[in-house]
């Protein structure tokens, strides 16, 4: 970053005036009444509703913070993004999508369906959220396999706080029926790797990679990775292969805003991915990665002051991808 302001040569040159933009856009939001917070577990429940935080990180490092941008909250399904592009990783993109596809399900989150091939339809839904975990170090034993993904999502998030909520996790746990049933008809259906030999810990591992904790600041620098084509802003570490990076940005676009994908590429066109936690991260690839918080939801899951923002960010500059 240093290196980078002293030769003139930023991707955002006129920082201070940038950031009063932005700035303007989360005051606009603050007001915003509407959503309710997550209550089906009391760990989230318990969020104010007038917590807001935005935060942003370019792909050069250059970072700036508004509203609630410290405050520890879990990833839930934003985990879902990050937990696939280390599969994918690690495996290759073609092993992943043996087992998971592409397309929009085009359902509830949570629906317990398969496309046409017997594989979930995404990476993003529960389903194939959960086999996509089911296959990320799958010989190892549970505490090496937490452990490694603690380390990936520091090294994702370039050192900025990455922790896990054990409240949340055993909440998640207690309360898992439909997660436990949409396993079940997987099982059925052969969609788990070999190597799955046990639902219930193929469900931990899932619940305990939902359960992880960020702040704002911290997932600004996690989509700024995504933005940066793998390689992390801060530390210039590469964490994501450049291809499972430019495919989870593709899987964001068409299927990380649930029912609400659609119309949020229509309108916003760009790759986004949200969590029943409030948070919504976007990415401008090779410009900007964009951290929203705020706890209350509207009817499709999303966190209404989120969706909020990135219409008014792309009123004010021409980010639409289109
Ligand atoms: O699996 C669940 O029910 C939740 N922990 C998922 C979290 C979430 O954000 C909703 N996801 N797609």
Not at 229 to 253: F, H, Q, Y
């Amino acid at each position: 970053l240093i290196s980078r302001t002293l030769q003139n040569d930023l991707v955002v040159p006129s920082w201070t005036q940038f950031c009063n933009r932005i700035k303007d856009i989360y005051v606009k939001c603050k007001p915003i009444s509407d959503g309710k917070v997550a209550d089906y577990i009391p760990q989230l429940s318990r969020f104010d509703p007038n917590l807001w935080g935005v935060s942003i990180c370019t792909i050069d490092g250059q970072r700036a913070s508004w509203g609630d941008s410290k405050i520890p909250f879990c990833v839930q399904s934003v985990s879902k993004a990050f937990n696939y592009s280390l599969a994918a990783s690690d495996l290759g993109a073609d092993m992943v999508h043996h087992f998971v596809g592409q397309e929009p399900s085009g359902r509830l989150f949570n629906d317990i369906c398969l496309d046409t091939n017997n594989k979930p339809h995404n990476p993003m839904v529960n389903s194939g959220a959960i086999i996509v975990s089911s296959l990320i170090k799958n010989t190892w034993n549970m505490a090496d396999r937490f452990d490694h993904m603690l380390t990936e999502y520091r090294k994702i998030a370039g050192g900025e706080f990455v922790g896990f909520n054990n409240a949340v996790f055993l909440s998640e746990r207690a309360t898992a029926d439909r997660n436990f049933a949409l396993s079940y008809y997987m099982k059925e259906n052969k969609c788990f790797p070999e190597e799955t030999k046990n639902l219930s810990e193929a469900l931990d591992f899932y619940f305990q990679l939902c359960s992880m904790e960020v702040t704002c600041e911290t997932a600004a620098v996690m989509a700024a990775t995504l933005a940066n084509g793998g390689v992390c802003p801060i530390t210039e570490e590469r964490c994501i292969a450049s291809r499972p990076c430019r495919d989870v940005l593709s899987l964001m676009n068409s299927c990380g805003m649930y029912d609400y994908s659609g119309q949020f590429a229509f309108h916003v066109g760009l790759p986004a991915k949200s969590g029943v936690s409030g948070l919504l991260i976007v990415v401008i690839p090779n410009l900007v990665g964009i951290a929203l918080w705020s706890p209350p939801l509207d009817k499709m899951g999303n966190s209404c002051r989120g969706v909020a923002f990135c219409k008014e960010l792309i009123n004010n500059f021409n980010f639409h991808t289109y």
